[in-house]
C-alpha cells in the first residue's frame, strides 16, 4: 500500500458546558513533533473507553481544555518511523493504549514498568514537555514513542485488537501480575469492557473463574464467554458462600455503592489473596470504608492498577492469538462517537463498541 | 495426673479495666492433642489493652487475657509425640482451629475461619479460653512452639505475638537482601519489625513521630530513621520501599494512609498488623491512590507454626534480642496503664508470681 500523508483531525469535545460533554465537532490536531523515536499510525479503529467518558464528563476532576480529542484503544498501520526506530517500518499493524509517554531514565521505566513511571504521560488530556497536548484516537492519525506502540500479531483481527490496548491490558496486567494460572480461582466484578476481558483472558490464562454481575440479562453471554460460575449480586448475601474461594479478584466497579460494603468481597478471598480495583471511579468516589479487621481474617491485599506495560501487552496480544482470545465488540462509524460514550456512561454496551475510523479513507 | 491450679489476673469489672483481679477459672477441657503447660513468663501486647477496654467490643467476664506465654510442659495427650513433661515452650495468640479446612492444611492455620484465640474466644463445648496471665494453660500441640536452648524464656515471651506477627508479613513478602523494607510505629511489633528485618539482610527505614526514641531505633539496626512529624517527610521516599510493616494502632479520618502509599515501589505492599479499636476504620481511599504505583494493602494475623519455629532459628541463628522490661504479674495494672499511654520501652514481660 503507498504510504499516506496524514492530516491530523479528529471529533472532538469543543464546550466547556457540562451538558455537551458528547457533542462532537471535527477540529484539527496538532501532532506531537515528529522525533527519532516516533511512530506515525494512520488510525483504523478506537475503541471507547469508560476513561473517555470520565474525562469528558469532568468526574476525574480535571476540568478538561477543549478542544478534545479522547480515545486510547488505537490501532491502525504505521506511515512513518524516526531513525531510531527499528521495530517497526511502514506498514505494520499497530496498536497504542492510554500511555503515551514515560520519562525512560527512572528505576521504574527501568524496570520495564513504564505504566507507574511518575512522570508519565497519557494519550489524551495530557502534555508534552514542549507544550503540545496530546490528543487521542477518536481521529485520522497519531504518533507515539515506541515504547508505547504495540505490534499486532498475525491472527489477530485489527477491530479485535483494538480494544485490547486499554480494556484488555487493564485487566491482562493485575491477572499476570497477581499470578492468574492454572490451579487458580479468580473473581471478576462487573462484566462490562473490562469484565468481560478479565473473564476471556483469565480463562485462557487457565483459571477457574467466578463472574459476579447485577445484570441477569447478561447471563447468558457471561456463560459463552467461558466463565465457570455466574453470580448474580442482586441477593445482599451472594458473597456468604463463596468464604475463603478466591485467589484474586479482579473488581471493574466503576461506582462504590455504600450498601456493598469492601469486606463482603475480602471475604471471599483465600488468606493473602488479592482484590484489585480496576475500575477507576470520579474523584468524589472513594473506596467503601474499611477497618483493618476487614483485611486481617485472611491477610488479604487490596489493590490498584493502572494500564500495563509494554512488555505485558506484547505478552497479551500473543496470548489473545494463541488462544484465539475474540471479544465482544459493538462496531460503529466514529461519527457516531456521541452514541458509544452515552451507551457507555449509560451500561448500553454489549461489551465494548469500537468505532471505525470516518474522516479519511487509507484503503 | 498433674495437680496444676488455674488461676489468673483476671478482669471482673470493665469500667476498671486494668484493675485485675486473681481468680480460678475453668481451664480447656484436656484432650488427647493438648500440652499443659505451667506459666513462667507473660508478655503484655496491644490486644490486651484493645481487649479489656472493650475497645474490639465487649469482651467475656471473667476474663484474663495474655497471649506472650512460656512455661514448661506439665503434661501432654496421647496423640502428642512432639513435647514431653519439662520442655521449655511457647504459646501465642491463638489457641486452636479446625485443622481440616484448606487453610489448615496449607499451613495456615491462623486465618482458619474457626481459629480460637488465646483468651476471649469459647472452645466448641461452651469453655472460655483464658490467656497467660495466670498459672497455666492448655493447647492444642499445633499451637505450642518448642523453645530454643539459647533463646530466654523472658526474650522469647514477646516473640509469641509481637515478633510473630511481624515476623510472617516479613518473611511472607520477602524480606531479605535487597529488599527495602519501612516499617512504621517503633513499639513492641515494630522494634521487632526492625530486629527481624536486620537479621534476614534487608535495608530498614524506620518511621517514628517520637523523636526521643531514635537513638534507640538506631542500635535496633536501623538504616534510616523518618519523623513523621516533620512536613513531607514521605516525599524523597517516593516510589521507593518494596514493603511497608504498618503497627499504627490509631487511625483517624485525617491519617495520611495515601501519603504512606506513595513510597512504595511498583506492586509494593502496606501491611497493617496494628488493629485499631473498632470504632477507627481505615481512612478514605480512593482507587487513585493505588492507580500511580499498583500497590496493595494488606492485614496479615498473627502467624502459623511454620512462621513461628522459623522466627525462632533466626532469633537463635542471629542472637536477636528485644528490649524488654519485666516486672512481675501482681504489677500487671501499670504495665497495662503504660502500653495504653505509649510508655513501655519496648515491651513488658510479666514473670508469674501466683505459685
Sequence with gaps: MSIPEIEFKGYGMISTDPSMWSEFQVVPITPKNFGPHDVEVAIKYCGVCGSDVHTLTGGWGKKPDVPLVVGHEIVGHVTRVGEAVAEFKPGDRVGVGAQIGSCGECRVCKAGDENYCPKMIHTYNGVYPDGVRTQGGYSTGIRAHEQFVFKIPDGLELRDAATMTCAGLTVFSPLKVNGCGPGKTVGVIGIGGLGHYAILFAKAMGATVYAFSHSASKEADIRKMGADFVVSTHDLDYYKPLQGTLDIIISTIDHFSPDRPLKSYLSMLRPHGRFVTCGLPDADNPLPTIHAFDLMYNGCYIGGTHMGSKREAIEMLQLAADKGVKPWIQELPMSQAKTAVEGVKTGKARYRYVLKQDLVNYD | ?????????????????????????????????????????????????????????????????????????????????????????????????????????????????????????????????????????????????????????????????????????????????????????????????????????????????????????????????????????????????????????????????????????????????????????????????????????????????????DMLELARKKNVRPWIEEMPMKDVGKALQNVKANKVRYRYVLTQDLN
Excluded at chain 2, 488461676?7 to 484493675?19: M, V
Excluded at chain 2, 524464656?153 to 519501612?182: E, H, I, N, W
Design chain 2, 1 to 309: 495426673m498433674s495437680a496444676v491450679e488455674f488461676k489468673g489476673y483476671a478482669l471482673t469489672d470493665p469500667s476498671r479495666w486494668n484493675d485485675l483481679k486473681v481468680s480460678s477459672f475453668q481451664p480447656k477441657t484436656f484432650a488427647p492433642d493438648d500440652v499443659e503447660i505451667a506459666i513462667t513468663h507473660c508478655g503484655v501486647c496491644g490486644s490486651d489493652v484493645h481487649t479489656l477496654t472493650q475497645g474490639w467490643g465487649e469482651s467475656k467476664l471473667p476474663l484474663v487475657v495474655g497471649h506472650e506465654i512460656i512455661g514448661h510442659v506439665t503434661r501432654v495427650g496421647d496423640k502428642v509425640k512432639e513435647f514431653k513433661k519439662g520442655d521449655r515452650v511457647g504459646v501465642g495468640a491463638k489457641i486452636g482451629s479446625c485443622m481440616q479446612c484448606r487453610p489448615c492444611k496449607s499451613d495456615y492455620e491462623n486465618y482458619c475461619p474457626k481459629s480460637i484465640s488465646t483468651y476471649n474466644s469459647e472452645y466448641p463445648d461452651g469453655v472460655v479460653s483464658q490467656g497467660g496471665y495466670a498459672t497455666a494453660i492448655r493447647a492444642h500441640q499445633q499451637f505450642v512452639f518448642p523453645i530454643p536452648d539459647e533463646i530466654e524464656s523472658r526474650d522469647a515471651a514477646s516473640m509469641m505475638c509481637a515478633g510473630l506477627t511481624v515476623y510472617s508479613p516479613l518473611k511472607t513478602y520477602g524480606t531479605g537482601p535487597g529488599k527495602k523494607v519501612g516499617i512504621m510505629g517503633i513499639g513492641g511489633l515494630g522494634h521487632y519489625a526492625v530486629l527481624w528485618a536486620k537479621a534476614m539482610g534487608a535495608e530498614v527505614y524506620a518511621f517514628t513521630h517520637d523523636k526521643s526514641k531514635m537513638g534507640d531505633i538506631k542500635k535496633m539496626g536501623a538504616d534510616h530513621i523518618i519523623n513523621t512529624e516533620e512536613k513531607d517527610f514521605f516525599k524523597p521516599l517516593a516510589n521507593t520501599l518494596d514493603l511497608i510493616v504498618s503497627t499504627r494502632d490509631v487511625f483517624s479520618p485525617d491519617t495520611p494512609l495515601s501519603d504512606y502509599l506513595s513510597m512504595l515501589f511498583v506492586h509494593g505492599k502496606f501491611i497493617t498488623v496494628g488493629i485499631p479499636d473498632a470504632n477507627q476504620p481505615l481512612p478514605s481511599l480512593h482507587p487513585f491512590s493505588f492507580a500511580s504505583n499498583g500497590c496493595l494493602i494488606g492485614g496479615s494475623s498473627i502467624g502459623s507454626k511454620k512462621d513461628a519455629l
